[in-house]
């Protein structure tokens, strides 16, 4: 553990900015020990890490039998968002969309619009009351004056660990919606930028991951966040890594130098834990691998 330590100061001071971390390692006895603990407590804009939290929100609502995840929402060109994500590419919308289509796009490849979609199902307030009901002090949605429209918010490195390692135990929604969750995190399409980015095919199968990025008036944000897994389908370690009042912010590729960072600790912590064993520590869920399919 001590050389994911001394990686993350390195790339902390080699990125710059201002990072909010909280790492922890399970151990033998099933336990989340702490392995970094950097300013875990102050309260940061999520950006689209936040997308975790609305999905939860969602998803507890499916839970108690309000919502279904085969339920059709009805997309229309009034809440197409850019930036990230499919939904703006279509050019004409009036699709008929699953809350599973809307849930795998939000989180597979942060789709903005999905945000909005969700709003028409769970309003900011109701999303905020779910999550406090669950124990979490500082993650919330903001809302504004469309009541079913929000922007995403604040949370905390240590409240985001709580959120992942609960879900990572199945603890923070039903066994159903936690392996929905997973299966969208750790699928092999997503997020390659960060700290998957220098793994095969199977190590990024090996670990849950979501992103967030933007910039206000003190600088950019980069931010990470995510659950590595055994071979065995046990989780094994969690990392939050948010990171604020970074330069280069129109960069939002692969080269920003928080993201590099990110890229380097992932293959640190991956190989501390690459041949980890956990006994004990119930469902174990494994993703298929990948197999190529030409078309038919």
């Known amino acids: 553990m001590e ?38 407590d102050r309260i940061v804009h999520g950006y689209s890490v936040q997308k975790l939290a609305v999905a939860t929100a969602v998803l507890d609502k499916v839970d108690r039998g309000l919502l279904r995840l085969d339920q059709k929402l009805h997309l229309t060109a009034d809440l197409v968002l850019g930036g990230s994500g499919i939904y703006h590419l279509h050019g004409v919308w009036g699709d008929d969309i699953t809350i599973a289509n809307v849930l795998t796009a939000m989180l597979l490849v942060s789709d903005n619009t999905a945000v909005r979609m969700c709003g028409r199902v769970a309003p900011a307030t ?28 604040t949370t905390t490195a240590r409240e985001t660990h709580d959120l992942l390692t609960r879900l ?35 190590e990024r199968s090996r670990t849950a991951t979501k992103h967030g990025a933007d910039h206000d008036p003190g ?6 966040v995510g659950i590595m897994f055994t071979a065995d389908g046990a989780p094994t370690l969690v990392y939050v890594f948010f990171a604020d009042g970074l330069g280069d912010e129109d960069n939002y590729g692969a080269t920003h130098p928080a993201v590099e960072a990110h890229a380097v600790l992932g293959r640190v912590m991956f190989d501390h834990v690459a041949a980890a064993t956990i006994p004990g520590t119930g469902a174990r869920p494994v993703p298929p691998r990948i197999r190529p399919v030409d078309g038919g």
């Not at 999303?127 to 004056?145: Q, S």
Request: contains cysteine; charged residues 25%; hydrophobic residues 40%.
């Open 126 to 153: 109701e999303i905020n009351d779910i999550l406090a009901a669950k124990g979490f002090t500082h993650t919330r949605v903001e809302p504004v004056a469309n009541q079913n429209a929000f922007h995403l918010g």
């Open 168 to 202: 990572a135990d199945h603890r923070l929604l039903s066994d159903a919606s936690c392996r929905f969750l997973l299966g969208i995190l750790r699928w092999v399409d997503g997020y390659h930028d960060g700290v998957r980015r220098v793994m095969s095919s199977n």
């Open 219 to 224: 600088g950019a944000a980069r931010h990470e």
């Open 3 to 40: 050389r994911i330590r001394r990686g993350y100061l390195r790339q902390r001071a080699r990125a710059g900015g201002t990072w909010h971390s909280y790492v922890t390692r399970r151990d033998a006895a099933g336990r989340w020990q702490p392995v970094i603990v950097d300013d875990a």
